[in-house]
């Protein structure tokens, strides 16, 4: 298929649904490959984290916006993602960034372990009183990320309902290509996330408080450090980027996980397991698949040619599974050696709160593999017709009390886990 036409077919519903068969017929044609004038498509994982980590290449500053978006400034979902880190280059980015990075120290994070056991274990609870199977995504995937990324941020725990339309709104500005309905909800979403926000910031003002919005608050009234835009489009990602992504990978590792039983066998008997675990759950169904850059000066990545104003399209899922990179990609296999995801990116952009997000699911799967040893898949999930953002909509399971036998191959107390 010519890399032209699999690109159509990767943006079409069906290519969003299952991405994976699409990224093969674009890496047939080598890890990086040209399908447009200035429009490059990267499917290789080394090619992919040099590019990330490359100077030469940036994201999409407002010059580009004005020639490739004519009229953005009107849109509110543009605007707020464009004044935020996720959007801006250096020295912008630099300094937005050094100012949030305070709420995600290892330190910090290393001691909202026990916070994150609590939520997971109360919900959890509910799932088991629960009449009847639960949808996973409503019931823990999206209550537990949320939960965290809201204390952080001092969003108080009665608004928290709130933010999963309105994010779900917004970030289909996020998507590669974007209808012009699909933008009026997204602007929608980020209308209504700013006014909240910008109540929230009045709050603070009035009542400061030891958390994340206090802290930025504070940046911009100190002096020029954040502008007033920067503060309220740099909330507005902090809160989505929190729990997005977290409840993505929630419900695509659940999925994987009961759809290899003695692989999650050997997680219930092994905890302390979950580390490699989730890394590799993140390579094998990325709940982030891809990211764009734009290139500054000439470079070559995989015998191409990149000219400067080139706009690279790096396919995070597709780099995930480059078979130079892992053999048998398409197989979950948690006992690989070396397995380092660029799920979260890499560079001056890597996710800031990829350590948070890791955690989450180190201390979330193994103990839903505990607590519900009868977890089970109860009918049809329903995928997102996104292919940025890749994750489920709904996710029926049951939550039996009994577990069924598993016998793990390789596997004995103490041992270290499976023989792949």
């Known amino acids: 298929m010519d890399p032209t036409d699999a690109l159509a077919l990767l943006m079409s519903p069906e290519g969003r649904l299952d991405p994976y068969p699409t990224y093969e017929r674009l890496r047939a044609h080598g890890p990086v490959v040209q399908a447009g004038p200035v429009f490059y498509v990267v499917t290789g994982y080394a090619e992919a984290d040099a590019i990330l980590r490359d100077a030469r290449f940036g994201v999409m500053d407002d010059a580009l916006r004005d020639q490739f978006m004519p009229g953005w400034r009107e849109s509110p979902a543009v605007l707020s993602i464009s004044r935020s880190m996720l959007r801006t280059n250096p020295p912008d980015h630099s300094r937005m960034r050094r100012l949030a990075a305070g709420a995600f120290t290892p330190r910090r994070i290393a001691a909202m372990r026990d916070v994150v056991r609590a939520q997971a274990d109360e919900l959890v609870d509910a799932m088991l009183a629960a009449d009847g199977p639960v949808d996973f995504m409503t019931a823990f995937a999206y209550p537990l990320p949320v939960g965290v990324i809201c204390a952080l941020l001092g969003v108080p725990a009665a608004d928290r309902p709130l933010f999963r339309r309105w994010a779900t709104d917004l970030t289909g500005v996020l998507e590669p290509e974007i209808t012009a309905d699909e933008l009026a909800v997204a602007d929608r979403g980020a209308t209504e996330l700013r006014g909240y926000f910008t109540e929230l910031v009045a709050a603070r003002r009035r009542a400061p408080a030891d958390d994340l919005t206090t802290a930025l608050v504070q940046a911009h009234d100190g002096g ?12 507005i990602v902090l809160l989505v980027a929190g729990f997005e992504t977290t409840t993505n990978l929630l419900g695509n590792g659940l999925v994987a996980l009961l759809d290899h039983p003695r692989a999650a066998a050997a997680l219930r008997e092994r905890p302390d397991l979950a580390p490699a675990y989730v890394d590799e759950l993140l390579r094998y169904d990325s709940p982030v698949q891809l990211t764009s850059r734009m290139s500054t000066a000439p470079s070559r990545y995989g015998d191409v040619d990149l000219p400067p104003e080139s706009w690279v399209i790096v396919l995070l899922g597709a780099a995930n599974r480059d078979p130079r990179r892992y053999p048998d990609p398409a197989r979950f296999d948690p006992w690989r050696a070396q397995i380092a995801p660029l799920s979260f990116g890499a560079g001056p952009h890597y996710c800031l709160g990829a350590v948070l997000a890791r955690l989450e699911a180190q201390v ?31 996710l029926p399971v049951s939550v039996g009390r009994e577990a069924a036998p598993v016998t793990v191959p390789g596997t004995r107390p103490g041992a270290a886990g499976p023989t792949p």
Not at 226 to 232: F, M
Not at 383 to 389: G, M, N
């Open 364 to 394: 979330a799967f193994p103990l839903l593999l505990r607590r519900l040893p009868g977890l089970a898949v109860a009918g049809r999930p329903e995928r997102r017709v996104r292919l940025t953002l890749r994750g489920h909509a709904t």
């Open 224 to 235: 020029d450090r954040l502008s007033g835009d920067e503060l309220l489009a740099n909330l």
